[in-house]
């Protein structure tokens, strides 16, 4: 048994060298950062018999901004909503939302937690343009909760760095890529005082699809790559997972009961990042983007939930206590 304690040590710490050369941490430093958000949960209602027709619905809640601190060897962020204009309000409507995000990074692994509650929704129309200055026909009932966790292992641990494009806690030295396994577990559920859709559309994407609820629960595993590409200082990071999806459906349309079904379709878990990264300036920007996908009586019902980041930041040598980490203040003091 001492052996092979000996043996995992010895091993850890060659992973330890091997990975210095390719990734660099900072546990010297505290960091600050500025951040703007772009987030937004929308859905899509599009007919398996012609793909052109389709509605997408939003809400007009889109901008946050907030600042962000690394230190004790945690992250932290506090972003809030931007005010919509008067004329904002007048042409997509009024929306509420509770929007709630943490990001949990290891050396080859993280996690996503979200829940999202949204109430009012904007739709549009790419077959129906409207007229300039003409407000968005607007949805006030319909209401949306997405709740859910997104994780991802990365196999190479010893040469690639997720936290280096995602937060800009690590800064990747040299160009290299991973396999990942991305898994999710996601409830999504929509209530509307009435049919979702007019008796316009009907016609288009069928009757027996106009429901006023629908909710389901995802459980999905996507093997993908990702891959940052470097040059100096600056980054371009892609991460890329696809795979299937098992979805519990319930629905209930306006011309007959409530319905459940098990379909298996697929999850999507993107992101891409472009930035620079230096030992004490960074900046980027990323984009991520998670999608589900259900079918039920010939139309595709996808939720999506989209995020545009911006931070620029600066990195400050620690002196005194911001150089100890939370495992610091809870290990236990022994006494002489």
Not at 112 to 129: A, E, I, M, W
Request: net charge positive; aromatic share 16%; no cysteine.
């Amino acid at each position: 048994m001492l052996l092979f304690r000996n043996a995992a040590a010895q091993q850890e710490d060659l992973n330890e060298l091997a990975r210095a050369k390719y990734v660099q941490q900072f546990p010297e430093y505290f960091f600050v950062w500025p951040v703007v958000k772009q987030r937004r949960t929308s859905f899509v209602l599009q007919s398996l018999k012609d793909n052109r027709q389709k509605l997408t619905y939003r809400p007009n809640v889109s901008y946050y901004a907030g600042a962000g601190t690394y230190i004790f060897g945690i992250g932290f962020q506090l972003v809030a909503a931007i005010p919509q204009n008067n004329s904002n309000i007048e042409r997509f409507g009024e929306s509420r939302a509770v929007d709630l995000q943490a990001n949990i990074l290891g050396k080859n692994w993280g996690f996503d937690l979200f829940t999202q509650d949204y109430k009012g929704y904007y739709v549009d129309d790419p077959n129906r343009p409207l007229p300039a200055g003409t407000p968005n026909p607007q949805r006030q009932d319909v209401r949306t909760r997405n709740t859910g966790v997104t994780g991802a292992y990365f196999f190479d641990k010893r040469r690639f760095s997720i936290k280096s494009t995602y937060n800009y806690f690590e800064r990747q030295r040299k160009s290299a890529g991973s396999f990942l396994l991305s898994g999710n577990f996601n409830t999504f559920s929509l209530r509307a005082d009435s049919s979702i859709y007019s008796a316009f559309y009907e016609a288009l994407l069928g009757q027996n699809a106009n429901f006023k609820s629908v909710s389901y629960t995802t459980v999905a595993v996507a093997p993908g790559y990702a891959y940052n590409f470097v040059v100096r200082s600056w980054f371009l990071g892609v991460s890329l997972a696809l795979g299937p999806g098992i979805n519990w459906i319930n629905y209930q349309t306006t011309s007959g009961p409530s319905k459940s079904a098990v379909q298996l379709n697929t999850f999507t878990d993107l992101r891409l990042s472009f930035g620079y990264n230096g030992v004490r300036v960074f900046s980027g920007i990323t984009f991520s983007q998670q999608s589900r996908n259900i079918n039920y009586e010939g139309v595709r019902f996808t939720s999506s939930n989209d995020v545009i980041k911006f931070a620029v930041g600066y990195r400050f040598r620690a002196v005194g206590i911001l150089r100890k980490t939370v495992a610091d203040f809870l290990r236990p003091k022994v006494s002489s």
